[in-house]
């Protein structure tokens, strides 16, 4: 009974290639978030979702689209990806308290 | 620079020793402090989280906050192999549906048996 979950774990794909990355959780949290983690293990906000609306959108291009079709998931989509996009994202959702629990990431290679 | 700054490592200890590890942060106005704990290829859990200056223990980990000099520390006794992983500090303020977390870049830390 997995708590926050991402599929799939792996993706390589070429560049200029659109992508989505779908997340789901079970603990009646009502806030979803986006990070990036890059390399250097720097994690890094994207996205936050309330009750499926957009709270946080931290300069990230549009080539990246978040979509909340109900408060459990939480998707990404991105469109002509880049060499920069590899990376990987995490998942995260939150409920009354400010303790995020994380996804186990998706890892991204952009050849 | 960056709003959290974080001791980057790598750090290899004997088994047992003590470990300290630690972030400083920029913004005084920060509200609350987090440890996450990320072991290869999974992601981040919280280990430790506390709002105030001072000390708070848990088991083997204990989390210090001194807001005057804005630094946050955590102390790990007794490493164990099983404490390997990459440690973040995290800071945020309280904001409910706009709570965002904002991290260190990470140590890693190996224990060595």
């Known amino acids: 009974d997995t708590a926050v979950s991402q599929t799939p774990k792996y993706l390589v794909t070429q560049m200029g290639n659109d992508k989505s990355i779908k997340c789901e959780q079970n603990l009646g949290h009502d806030t979803m978030y986006w990070y990036k983690q890059d390399s250097k293990k720097f994690l890094k906000i994207m996205f936050s979702y309330n009750n499926k609306e957009l709270i946080i959108n931290e300069t990230v291009p549009n080539r990246f689209s978040p979509k909340s079709p109900d408060k459990a998931h939480l998707n990404l989509h991105i469109n002509s990806l880049e060499l920069g996009d590899s990376a990987v994202y995490f998942c995260a959702s939150s409920g009354d308290t400010d303790t995020q629990y994380f996804g186990p990431g998706t890892r991204l290679t952009v050849l | ?113």
């Open chain 2, 1 to 113: 620079q960056k709003e959290v700054e974080q001791d980057p490592g790598p750090l290899s200890v004997p088994e047992g020793a003590i470990v300290s590890l630690n972030c400083t942060y920029s913004n005084s106005a920060f509200q609350y402090f987090m440890w996450y704990r990320q072991y290869s290829r999974k992601g981040p859990e919280l280990l430790m989280y506390t709002y105030s200056s001072g000390n708070k223990e848990d088991g083997r980990f204990t989390a210090q906050v001194d807001k005057s000099s804005k630094y946050i520390s955590l102390f790990i006794r007794d490493s164990q192999p099983s404490d390997s992983a990459t440690y973040l500090c995290a800071t945020g303020f309280y904001g409910g549906a706009t709570n965002k977390l904002i991290f260190g870049t990470g140590t890693l830390l190996a224990v060595q048996p």
